[in-house]
């Protein structure tokens, strides 16, 4: 099996350059379907769920070609098929066929993974906001049937229950062709959500509000792409090697950021005390100095990502003194713990959040990344301890950090995928 073998304990420096946005790039693969011509996208991330993505729309006869950072996807000579099974179970994010089927066929047949690994997912809002739309919904035993109506789908007001991010994207992507206006209130204002919105508004579409909580959709009867779309850079990639960065950094730059999509997130490295120089669309971090604990909230956006809390909690077994973390969206994303623990880690679940103590003395242990983020976790803490850390599912890593063990080397880290036995 594929493992992640790091030799911990080196400082790092250096420079690394972001990736386009996992989270932007897995709806606009989909969405891309939605276009009568083909649709080029620039600064795509080298992950897997990209390439899962392209074998999916192989399915539908959907050509796609990978080649540097630019994927061209020709969806003209698109088939209508049904996907329950295969690569589609591979990613959360398949999803996003529903919306963007229902749109360009008023039909989709989608199964979704099972299995938790960050707690309940459900998908009652995007369900909710089809049936809005005029769909019929079925489930058959998590494989999802939906139809749009004999006359096609048409606008609706939909106020959602939360702001979720994959329901606000679904709705789009079915409501952009469906006649009349279309109203999303509470919808998540994530910065991934304007980055759709942008690239089917250069479509034609005519999508309004995107980035607030309210959107304003009109339906247009079809869709054509004629410009590259880049994908704007990952956040939550930037703040992991922020967090790095704060930790093992002897003075580390990380380009093409855009901070203000990091802005909460910032402020609370400010206050445990990390050094940065914020530019235009890079930040410097200095080697750190004396570090405090902090309790941190996740929260939608604009407060600080979930998707950031494991990530981050090395630093704050760096910091002196104790640390909270309540992780509001994903209470259950503790999986992280356990395997920190094997590291020599001073960290517990309670009360609702978990707790952080100053643990100055990681060492290497054979560990497992659940989930993309606590494997994000363990690598940074693999980075920190001392002696030999192995991480095994390490395809949850990978499937969504970009080129990661290339970027890491490059900093001087000591890391490499390997074959070993179970
Ligand atoms: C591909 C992608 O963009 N993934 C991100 C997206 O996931 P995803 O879009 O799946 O997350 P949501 O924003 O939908 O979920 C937010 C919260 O709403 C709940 N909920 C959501 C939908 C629904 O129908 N019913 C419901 O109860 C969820 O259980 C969760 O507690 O946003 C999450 C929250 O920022 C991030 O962690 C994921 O990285
Ligand atoms: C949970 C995540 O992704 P996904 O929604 O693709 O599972 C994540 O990126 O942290």
Not at 49 to 69: C, H, K, Q, R
Not at 411 to 416: I, K, P, R
């Amino acid at each position: 099996m594929e493992k992640m073998l790091i030799h911990g304990g080196k400082k790092l420096t250096g420079e690394v350059v972001i990736g386009g946005a996992k989270n932007s790039t897995v709806a606009l693969i989909p969405a891309a379907i939605l276009s009568r011509t083909p649709v080029t996208l620039d600064s795509v991330p080298h992950i897997q769920d990209v390439y899962n993505l392209m074998a999916i729309l192989g399915e539908m006869n959907v050509d796609s070609d990978f080649t540097g950072n630019i994927l061209k996807i020709d969806p003209t000579q698109i088939k209508k098929v049904d996907l329950p099974s295969g690569k589609i179970k591979s990613m959360r994010a398949s999803y996003y066929f529903m919306g963007a089927m229902l749109g360009r066929f008023g039909h989709a047949v989608i199964g979704l993974p099972g299995g938790d690994d960050i707690g309940p997912r459900p998908i009652d809002q995007h369900v909710k906001g089809f049936e809005a739309l005029g769909a019929t919904v079925v489930d058959h035993n998590g494989i999802f049937e939906i139809n749009a109506p004999k006359e096609g789908l048409h606008g609706a007001r939909i106020h959602l229950d939360m702001a979720s991010v994959g329901a606000t994207n679904n709705i789009i992507l079915a409501a952009v062709t469906a006649s009349g206006q279309t109203v999303i209130e509470n919808a998540a204002r994530e910065p991934e959500i304007i980055d759709l919105a942008t690239f089917l508004n250069n479509m034609g579409a005519v999508i309004r509000g995107a980035g607030t909580d309210t959107l304003l959709i009109t339906g247009v009867p079809e869709l054509r792409a004629h410009n590259v779309h880049t994908i704007i850079p990952d956040r939550i990639e930037a703040g992991t090697y922020l967090s790095l960065a704060a930790t093992m950094g002897e003075g580390i730059l990380i380009k093409n950021i855009i901070a203000e999509h990091l802005d909460s997130f910032l402020a609370k490295l400010e206050e445990v005390g990390v050094m940065m120089d914020v530019n235009e669309d890079s930040i410097f971090v200095y080697p750190s100095g004396e570090l405090r604990g902090v309790t941190l909230q996740t929260d939608t956006y604009p407060g600080i990502a979930t998707d950031l809390q494991q990530p981050v909690t090395p630093l704050l077994l760096a910091a002196e003194g104790e640390s909270h973390v309540i992780d509001v969206i994903y209470p259950k994303r503790t999986r992280h713990v356990d395997e920190l623990i094997k590291m020599g880690a001073n960290i517990s679940v309670g009360d609702g959040q978990i707790n952080i103590a100053h643990s100055d003395n990681l060492h290497g242990a054979n560990v497992v990344a659940e989930e993309i983020r606590g494997g994000a976790c363990l690598m940074v803490a693999g980075l920190m301890a001392n002696g030999e850390t192995v991480i095994s599912k390490v395809d949850n890593i990978l499937r969504g950090y970009d080129r990661v063990v290339m970027k890491l080397r490059s900093l001087g880290a000591d890391v490499e995928i390997v074959d070993l036995p179970d």
